[in-house]
């Protein structure tokens, strides 16, 4: 059973309690939970793996698509949960230059970008105090914040990437993402972008790199972590990150390459809607299913 931490608001000490009542009816210690604490049978990396692995997606179509990497580049991100957190971080890591991160109470902007520092003073806020995310401004005096608002639009940028909710990006935000220069949009939330403004992201030649395919990190490491209950082993931190960026360099060549095999080259969505819809129905038919 795949639980993912932090995509659901489910953590380690959520999965502790689950796990632990799980063994009291069975008697059993066998792996079925995923996101568990690492001191016994978590991995190390699930928390920052949906954040991460976005970003891996997201250079790789940068690379590919662009012939660029993230360096240097601006990039809005919305949300301030796990998701978003280490997705700013793996973005600083990258060299690239986040700007925002929001929650349901307006967004933040830095405009010269979130430094390592400052992004600990909201982890510090977020995941230890669970203050609200205005509550940064009381530790940075170049910081701006906008109630009530998103950043969809109103800040210039190379790429974005949603990692708040469903449906917050609008046909007019995607509009407005266009003017603002945006190259790409990459999802971090589950479906943050209606259909509507996914069709104006697409007819302006802006990269969408869709849910199913860029936030599937998390699912990733937690079949990562699987492989290690099921193999009684431990990888490294280092050695689950290279496994995470080439899962989802693969997730990314093979929306790509699908897409250009069926006419549709560049259509990320519906390179990962085919190549879903073939995985599915190959499997159906190899078992007597069709």
């Not at 639980?3 to 009816?25: C, H, N, Q, T, W």
């Not at 193999?231 to 050695?239: D, L, Q, S, V």
């Amino acid at each position: 059973m795949d639980v993912p931490a932090g995509d659901i608001g489910v953590g380690s000490r959520e999965i502790g309690f689950l796990f632990g009542a799980y063994r009291k009816l069975t008697r059993s210690f066998e792996g079925v939970f995923t996101g568990k604490s690492v001191a016994w049978g978590g991995s190390l990396l699930r928390p920052e793996a949906t954040g991460y692995g976005l970003v891996f997606f997201a250079a790789e179509a940068a690379n590919k698509m662009r012939n660029s990497d993230l360096k240097g580049k601006k990039c809005i991100v919305s949300g301030s949960g796990n998701v978003a957190l280490h997705c700013v971080e793996q973005l600083l890591i990258q060299g690239a230059i986040p700007l925002t991160m929001s929650d349901s109470g307006g967004y933040v902007l830095e405009p010269n970008g979130f430094t390592k520092e400052q992004l600990k003073l909201m982890i510090q806020i977020k995941e230890k105090q669970r203050g609200r995310i205005q509550e940064y401004l009381k530790h940075s005096t170049t910081a701006q914040f906008f109630p009530n608002a998103k950043p969809w639009g109103y800040v210039d940028c190379d790429y974005a990437f949603p990692c708040a909710t469903q449906n917050e990006i609008d046909e007019k935000d995607a509009q407005g993402l266009v003017k603002s220069g945006c190259q790409g949009v990459f999802e971090g939330a589950n479906m943050p972008s209606t259909n509507e403004a996914i069709a104006v992201l697409k007819s302006n030649g802006v990269i969408f790199g869709p849910a199913k395919a860029a936030n599937a990190g998390g699912v990733a490491v937690s079949g990562l972590e699987m492989a290690q209950n099921s193999m009684r082993i431990n990888w490294t931190g280092k050695e689950v990150e290279d496994k995470l960026r080439d899962i989802m360099k693969s997730i990314f060549h093979k929306c790509s390459s699908t897409a250009e095999e069926y006419g549709r080259p560049g259509d990320l969505q519906f390179g990962a809607n085919v190549a879903g819809f073939l995985k599915v129905a190959g499997a159906m038919r190899d078992q007597g299913v069709l």
